[in-house]
């Protein structure tokens, strides 16, 4: 009967013979530990602080990464030594933002992220920002953003109230009203200007037709009987 371990066994170290793994190298009398990783599915950005010292770097880390994991990844990958690790959790304010930008929706936490800061053996210098993106296709690319917005826009074209106040209606009423005050017009409920009582009224489940609207509401708007 073959044991289960004697083939895991067996499969690790012709994985390690294809990835050419070599001794675990030392420094600053510390060895560098963690399980060997060949197919990493995580992320880690380098963030820019011109805040720290070129002594200290700072990464975006998933909330599973851990101090050891960030050490042998640097050393092993990119032979960058460290000499020590502080790690925080970040976590996001409370917001209605939804995924395509719009202000509105239920409330929600984002979910939080982890930054870890380490302390270089060598210093590290930014390299300056680039002032020419084209090498980038960084037209294009805004290009292709404003599109976006644009069939967003056409898509929904009536804006969520929640995200800005109707111009046109507030335009809309202030003309009303200055027109009520110079007796232009003189004001009557809806059920008077269609020629119902108001037990009638109230029964009329049908929307009144534009000719009994306002004039003000019957300019176009948008939204609005045309």
Same mark, same amino acid.
């Given at each position: 009967?073959?044991?289960?371990?004697?083939?895991?066994?067996?499969? +690790?170290?012709?994985?390690?013979?294809?990835?050419?793994?070599?001794?675990?190298?030392?420094?600053?009398?510390?060895?560098?530990?963690?399980?060997?990783?060949?197919?990493?599915? @995580?992320?880690?950005?380098?963030?820019?602080?011109?805040?720290?010292? $070129?002594?200290?770097?700072? @990464?975006?880390?998933?909330?599973? @990464?851990?101090? @050891?994991?960030?050490?042998?990844?640097?050393?092993?990958?990119?032979?960058?030594?460290?000499?020590?690790?502080? $790690?925080?959790?970040?976590?996001?304010? +409370?917001?209605?933002?939804?995924?395509?930008?719009?202000?509105?929706?239920?409330?929600?936490?984002?979910?939080?992220?982890?930054?870890?800061?380490?302390?270089?053996?060598? !210093?590290?210098?930014?390299?300056?920002?680039?002032?020419?993106?084209?090498?980038?296709?960084?037209?294009?690319?805004?290009?292709?953003?404003?599109?976006?917005?644009?069939?967003?826009?056409?898509?929904?074209?009536?804006?969520? $109230?929640?995200?800005?106040?109707?111009?046109?209606?507030?335009?809309?009423?202030?003309?009303?009203?200055?027109?009520?005050?110079?007796?232009?017009?003189?004001?009557? !409920?809806?059920?008077?200007?269609?020629?119902?009582?108001?037990?009638?009224?109230?029964?009329?489940?049908?929307?009144?037709?534009?000719?009994?609207?306002?004039?003000?509401?019957?300019?176009?708007?948008?939204?609005? !009987?045309?």
């Amino acid at each position: 009967m073959v044991r289960l371990s004697n083939i895991q066994g067996k499969v +690790l170290r012709r994985l390690k013979e294809q990835a050419g793994t070599k001794e675990v190298k030392k420094y600053r009398s510390t060895e560098v530990v963690g399980k060997p990783v060949y197919l990493p599915q @995580f992320r880690i950005a380098l963030v820019r602080t011109p805040n720290l010292s $070129s002594k200290y770097a700072q @990464f975006r880390v998933p909330l599973n @990464f851990n101090k @050891f994991d960030l050490r042998s990844y640097l050393y092993n990958l990119y032979g960058v030594a460290v000499l020590g690790i502080r $790690s925080y959790v970040q976590a996001q304010g +409370l917001t209605r933002i939804t995924r395509d930008g719009k202000g509105y929706g239920p409330w929600r936490r984002p979910k939080s992220q982890k930054r870890m800061t380490v302390e270089l053996k060598e !210093p590290f210098a930014w390299p300056e920002e680039p002032k020419d993106l084209t090498p980038w296709e960084h037209e294009g690319w805004e290009k292709a953003e404003l599109w976006q917005q644009q069939q967003q826009d056409k898509e929904n074209p009536k804006r969520n $109230s929640g995200e800005e106040p109707d111009h046109e209606l507030r335009a809309a009423y202030k003309e009303q009203a200055k027109a009520l005050l110079e007796k232009k017009e003189t004001w009557r !409920p809806t059920w008077k200007a269609v020629g119902l009582e108001p037990h009638e009224a109230a029964k009329k489940a049908s929307y009144f037709p534009a000719t009994t609207l306002p004039a003000w509401y019957a300019k176009q708007r948008k939204g609005g !009987p045309k």
